[in-house]
């Protein structure tokens, strides 16, 4: 049913007071009652970002975090109607509004991003995971691994994800991370990978876990021949993780 004209600018003008505090005469409304409405739309907004966000509110403080909140509450137009997506809403208003410089916190863009991919990995849609067997220790280029569906890769510009480091000491660089999560615990994990380890599992991927072709791949833009033995190390820990989960049936 399509709403009146009339309606829609009643929804619109008790929209605008919600996000910015600016009480408009709403016909029909109790005004001295419509406070309690914002109070409760706004701490259902700022509970649910800082929840997901728990090292971001904590290392900008409880005012500053507020701040931030209070800023795109106002000047941000919702996209996605779904309240536990709202807070990649947030992470991209930051970007986009360059934040991170303004708060001298040169490394938010990042944390923020790494406490999200938590939250996207764990919700990731279940899948069926085709039939495989053990890891050998010897490899034959034929095999062709069974791969964890659940799982993203990224590159930092700060190590944000080493929580035994202070954040605030951290060394501007370049930082390869596989965030995934265990097919039986449902817990997410993260794991630190050099360059070259993220080429080929990034070609894993892409090839449907095909070992030769992700090896020939890998070789061709590193112009350097990598044969098994060179990778086998980086395929035991990807198995041992969880990653790799053994060879295709």
Known sequence: MLLNKETKDLQSKLTEYVRNGKLPLIKGAKQDKLHHYRRLVYNIIFNSLSNAYPISSGLLG???????????FINHNPQDPQIWSFPFELYEYVLKSDYSLKSGKSYLNDLLFFEWIEMEVYAMEDTEIDKYIQLAKKLEIKDNFVLNPYIKMFSFEYPVFRKE?????????????ICFRDIDTFKVHYLEVDALSMIFIENLYDNNG????????????????????????????????????????
């Open 62 to 72: 409880e005012e500053r975090w507020k701040e931030l909140v209070d800023e795109f």
């Open 165 to 177: 480091e202070k954040i605030e000491e951290m060394e501007k660089g370049k930082y390869f991370i």
């Open 210 to 249: 095909n070992l030769k072709i992700s090896l020939d791949l890998t070789s061709e833009l590193i112009n350097a021949e990598l044969e098994i033995k060179n990778i086998f190390p980086l395929i035991e820990v990807l198995n041992d993780k969880g990653i790799i989960l053994g060879i295709r049936e």
